[in-house]
């Protein structure tokens, strides 16, 4: 029933948005760690194209997302580093300063277009000549000055993938993503079925179809086309990522906050190839959105629930297709909400832990320190009670390290008294004592 409740509620999201958007064909798709695929489509694809699931439409600057996991499994291979110069890696006539971290997340400052007038005249330059006009294009703000979009920095992060593998950037990203995780329905080039895309007149019901072409040099940032389901599927591996294909620790990264859109306001982050959209509380969506002329796509994911979604839709001026993951993410967490994993017993703490467990103080605050699931782990007291803990590793008989939550990286030092009993402990080089004390070394 909870599931029934859940697709109803998240088709009637679809519904409203294609009727009071006005968009000629809307697909969306939600896909699940703990549940079936749903799928839900809307409208017409155009002329004698019927809609189904399996019908395309270009996602645009989702394309991004696939690009630059491709440079975070490179670097992970040793191919790279993300604070290499561009010039190291690729034979470029000018920006070669540019590091790969900058470009992935949009803080190089270059231009974001490839020189010339290109949506004039819908005349894409190729690889070869979008690398060879770099010459041309401007860097119109100092690097790391703030955050500006930049397809032409995605466009030569594709093509450096390529030439260090040996192939073009539809070659490697079939080869290394589409085909490992069966996303059979997402191709460089359009595959029938697809959608028309259509610009939707602003005063009347009147809708004009808009041209497909390629994107040519600068496909690694906006080429793709792809099914709902397949994008859906594509943010569940954002959120609970296959190992095999990208390690959850590479993925962990790509969703570090290195930037903000927008510095007065701080709506939404960028980290590594992807955007993050906090929605209040500790819920984050992370995804990425898309525009071509007569297309728009919004595909997220909320990882802590495992669970991704995507809208896709035919028309350009239909901005609410955007926003409609985030409203999908919520919906069908709310109507069907992931099973509670039952509580078990576990083993007790080590004899050499064990009396550091229970409640310390530090820099005047309370902690409680707890063994579980084979860790220890640290709770401030007054903190809310959806924060992560921070978790240790062990490394030593009386040294731990943070590995996750307050204080991560730092080191957990262990004071034992004769017996052996842990008495005081440093934390990031902090006294953490079981009375509250003040910092005045004359009162220890």
């Not at 599931?3 to 968009?23: F, K, N």
């Not at 490179?74 to 690729?90: A, E, F, T, Y």
């Not at 294909?245 to 903000?260: K, R, S, Y």
Request: with cysteine; glycine share 10%.
């Amino acid at each position: 029933m909870a599931e029934q409740d859940a697709a109803t509620a998240c088709e009637r999201i679809v519904a409203t948005l294609q009727a009071e958007e006005r968009v000629p064909a809307v697909s969306a798709a939600i896909a699940r760690a703990d549940r079936p695929l749903w799928a839900y489509q809307v409208g017409t694809a155009g002329s004698e194209t019927p809609l189904d699931a399996r019908t395309q439409f270009r996602i645009g600057s989702v394309t991004k997302t696939f690009t630059a996991a491709l440079v975070l499994q490179l670097r992970d291979q040793g191919m790279l580093g993300l604070d290499d110069p561009l010039s190291v890696h690729l034979d470029v006539p000018a920006h070669g300063s540019m590091t790969i971290r900058g470009m992935l997340s949009h803080t190089t400052g270059l231009q974001r277009e490839p020189a010339g007038n290109i949506w004039d005249t819908l005349d894409v330059p190729d690889a070869g000549q979008v690398i060879h006009d770099l010459a041309r294009a401007e860097a119109v703000l100092a690097p790391s000055r703030r955050w500006h979009y930049s397809n032409l920095a995605y466009a030569l992060l594709g093509h450096l993938a390529g030439r260090k593998l040996g192939g073009t950037w539809e070659e490697v990203l079939t080869d290394r993503f589409l085909t490992p995780l069966g996303l059979a329905d997402t191709t460089v080039a359009p595959r029938a079925p697809y959608a028309q895309g259509y610009l939707v007149e602003a005063y009347s019901d009147h809708v004009r179809p808009e041209p497909e072409f390629p994107m040519g040099g600068v496909a690694p940032a906006a080429q793709i086309w792809s099914t709902a389901a397949d994008m859906a599927k594509w943010a569940l591996f954002l959120a609970d990522p296959d190992p095999a294909v990208l390690a959850q620790g590479t993925v962990d990264e790509m969703c570090q906050p290195l930037t903000v859109t927008d510095p007065e306001q701080w709506v939404a982050g960028w980290g590594l190839g992807l955007i993050l959209v906090p929605q209040g509380g500790r819920v984050m969506h992370v995804g990425h959105e898309g525009a071509m002329p007569g297309f728009l796509a919004g595909v997220y994911c909320r990882r802590g629930q495992k669970i991704g979604a995507a809208a896709l839709g035919s028309s350009t001026t239909a901005g609410a297709v955007c926003a409609a993951p985030h409203k999908l993410l919520a919906a069908s967490l709310e109507h069907d909400p992931r099973a509670v994993e039952p509580w078990t017993p576990g083993e007790p703490a080590p004899d050499a832990f064990a009396s550091a467990l229970g409640r310390w103080w530090s820099e005047g605050s309370e902690f409680v320190f707890s063994w579980r699931s084979g860790h220890m782990e640290a709770r401030a007291v007054a903190a809310a009670a959806d924060r992560p803990p921070a978790v240790f590793a062990v490394e030593g008989a009386d040294l731990l390290r943070v590995v996750s939550g307050r204080e991560t990286g730092e080191r957990l030092e262990l004071t034992r008294d004769a017996a052996g009993t842990i008495v005081q402990m440093r934390w990031a080089t902090y006294r953490v004592t079981r009375d509250q004390q003040t910092f005045d070394p004359e009162t220890w």
